[in-house]
T-cell receptor
């Protein structure tokens, strides 16, 4: 079982719609959760961090964390073509000795269509 | 610009050659990380420094790879006797460490192609 799992996509949504990106993780001790956006050929850019169960909103972005289900999601409201990118879920910490390193999923490719 | 910088941005080398990459972290960030990313995959952890001390190395980091962070400022990653499998994007990230709540900021990466 992979430590962090994401559907690779592509996930296609029409402009203005809500995009929902999902991530599950295997280490129940994981403590910090991040969403990074990565445009093709570029480096990851931090979108959101979340540490506690529940929702965290920042502009058009909402991160949701459910530690009991080991599930993290990212909602993008009013999706724009500029949101088309790969979204990487990453976690820090855990019982398996994760330390401070980020463990990434393989990313979900999002396409926002006009 | 006070973000993480990396040099060079691109490197093409022949198999068997040595290469060295440099990373300059955000000033005052005490932690520096190296990751490697291949096409279609998420970044994979290689090693990390807290100040000048190298605190963790991944099993991915063979003995051909060495990293340093003298004086706790910039860091270098050297790959000796490069192999075609070393072709990847090498990413550096820095953070102001608060364990488990730190945020890592990435540099632009160095894209390595081994011919």
């Amino acid at each position: 079982q992979k430590e962090v799992e994401q559907n690779s996509g592509p996930l296609s949504v029409p402009e203005g719609a809500i995009a929902s990106l999902n991530c599950t993780y295997s280490d129940r001790g994981s403590q910090s959760f991040f969403w990074y956006r990565q445009y093709s050929g570029k480096s990851p850019e931090l979108i959101m961090s979340i540490y506690s169960n529940g929702d965290k909103e920042d502009g058009r972005f909402t991160a949701q964390l459910n530690k009991a289900s080991q599930y993290v999601s990212l909602l993008i409201r009013d999706s724009q073509p500029s949101d088309s990118a790969t979204y990487l879920c990453a976690v820090i910490g855990g019982f398996t000795g994760g330390g401070n390193k980020l463990t990434f999923g393989t990313g979900t490719q999002l396409k926002v269509e006009l | 610009d006070t973000g993480v910088s990396q040099d060079p941005r691109h490197k093409i080398t022949k198999r068997g050659q040595n290469v060295t990459f440099r990373c300059d972290p955000i000033s005052e960030h005490n932690r520096l990380y190296w990751y490697r990313q291949t096409l279609g995959q998420g970044p994979e952890f290689l090693t990390y420094f807290q100040n000048e001390a190298q605190l963790e190395k991944s099993r991915l980091l063979s003995d051909r790879f060495s990293a340093e962070r003298p004086k706790g400022s910039f860091s270098t990653l050297e790959i000796q006797r490069t192999e075609q499998g070393d072709s990847a994007m090498y990413l550096c990230a820095s953070s102001l460490g608060q364990w488990a709540k730190e945020t890592q900021y990435f540099g632009p990466g160095t894209r390595l192609l081994v011919l």
